[in-house]
T-cell receptor, first 116, second 112 residues
Framework: DAGVIQSPRHEVTEMGQEVTLRCKPI?????LFWYRQTMMRGLELLIY????????DSGMPEDRFSAKMPNASFSTLKIQPSEPRDSAVYFC??????????????FGPGTRLTVL | GESVGLHLPTLSVQEGDNSIINCAYS??????FIWYKQESGKGPQFIID?????DKRQGQRVTVLLNKTVKHLSLQIAATQPGDSAVYFC???????????FGSGTKLNVKP
């Protein structure tokens, strides 16, 4: 399997612009997670989905952030409008929950976002 | 002025030595604990996990120890190799096992 795929790998944009980050989870996984990593705040969970349904979005910073999962193989994280403080590495992760196997989350390579 | 990022604690070990990375967790109700490794420019990679009903679990060259009394978790790496150089994160979860709370990380530097 190719693992979790994220695009783009790097994004540079100007303040006020819309940014869309994309994720393809591992085939067959039923959970999908979006994280943000910064030096100041570390790795934070933003939102996660189960079977394409958002379960917990309490980590989404504000209304400028939105996430969708239209089908089992695709999710987007959108920031509109973007601000310099949104600059971070955004990770997507997926998992297949089975009580016997634990709750391992498989992370993608991340998207490094820079908002000027 | 510009914000200054957190300075990660660093553990430097000689190749071949054993490494011990420590983590204090905050929630006494946490029921599931995980260690992740993150190499530069990559996403975190799962190493090992442990449930709260255990105090020790072993994997290949790694052992996780859990002390619930003092809310402490440690990762032991045997015969540390240069490829082990990375930032190591502990994470806790519970009651929602899918919701991980990550620690700030420890940088492991293996000297050849």
């Amino acid at each position: 399997d190719a693992g979790v795929i994220q695009s783009p790998r790097h994004e540079v944009t100007e303040m006020g612009q819309e940014v869309t980050l994309r994720c393809k989870p591992i085939s067959g996984h039923d959970y999908l997670f979006w994280y943000r990593q910064t030096m100041m705040r570390g790795l934070e969970l933003l939102i996660y989905f189960n079977n394409n349904v958002p379960i917990d979005d309490s980590g989404m910073p504000e209304d400028r952030f939105s996430a969708k999962m239209p089908n089992a193989s695709f999710s987007t994280l959108k920031i509109q409008p973007s601000e310099p403080r949104d600059s971070a590495v955004y990770f997507c992760a997926s998992s297949l929950t089975s009580g016997q196997r634990g709750y391992e989350q498989f992370f993608g390579p991340g998207t490094r976002l820079t908002v000027l | 002025g510009e914000s200054v990022g957190l300075h990660l604690p660093t553990l430097s070990v000689q190749e071949g030595d054993n490494s011990i990375i420590n983590c204090a967790y905050s929630n006494s109700a946490s029921d599931y604990f995980i260690w992740y490794k993150q190499e530069s420019g990559k996403g975190p990679q799962f190493i090992i996990d442990i449930r709260s009903n255990m105090d020790k679990r072993q994997g290949q060259r790694v052992t996780v120890l859990l002390n619930k009394t003092v809310k402490h978790l440690s990762l032991q790496i045997a015969a540390t190799q240069p490829g082990d150089s990375a930032v190591y994160f502990c994470a806790e979860s519970g009651p929602d096992f899918n919701k991980f709370y990550f620690g700030s990380g420890t940088k492991l530097n293996v000297k050849p």
